[in-house]
């Protein structure tokens, strides 16, 4: 070892934690809350809430991400009490071939689109996604899906960021 790591890892220690903001307590209170209302854990939209600083108003369920496809259109329980207790606006993504006024009868969800097709066009993407925000803008909104391919609406659509369903559906 070369002399003075000692110091240096000391340095680096104290200033990377001058760095990181020190929060009151209340707004600490605050998030934790928040994110409970949006289901998610506070390391999740604690990162989500710095990386844009902005909050989370907005919900993007793929209808795979809800296991809805034709023919099964009925939520597991589980599924179904989470999305009761969301406090945002909760909007669904039919993907073919299962149609939005379908996925909002069964999920009962504030609104529902057509997702993006599959191999879709990076344009294509942003503009089914766009359609779905509304009038909210990307970093506003996550989204909530099951396969790799919905990562890319992330990118498209600017999204806030990307859960997967696996994990935020997850049962205690």
Not at 39 to 47: F, I, Q, S, V
Request: hydrophobic residues 50%; glycine residues 8%.
């Amino acid at each position: 070892m070369a002399p003075g790591v000692a110091w240096r890892t000391h340095c680096w220690g104290a200033a990377r934690k001058a760095l990181l903001p020190h929060l009151p307590i209340e707004v600490l209170r605050g998030r934790l809350r928040r994110a409970g209302e949006l289901g998610l854990d506070y390391r999740t939209y604690a990162g989500i809430r710095a990386t844009t600083g902005r909050d989370i108003v907005a919900v993007l369920f793929s209808s795979n991400a809800l296991e809805l496809r034709k023919g099964q259109m009925r939520l597991a329980a589980h599924t179904a009490a989470k999305l009761d207790q969301i406090l945002a606006d909760r909007r669904g993504l039919a993907t073919a071939p299962l149609q939005p006024d379908g996925l909002m009868a069964a999920a009962g969800l504030d609104a529902a689109f057509a997702a993006p097709p599959a191999f879709a066009s990076f344009a294509v993407q942003k503009q089914a996604l766009r359609a779905a925000l509304g009038r909210y803008s990307g970093d506003q909104a996550i989204l909530i899906g099951a396969y790799e391919a919905e990562v890319e609406w992330c990118a498209a659509a600017r999204l806030a960021g990307y859960v997967a369903s696996s994990d935020y559906f997850a049962q205690p």
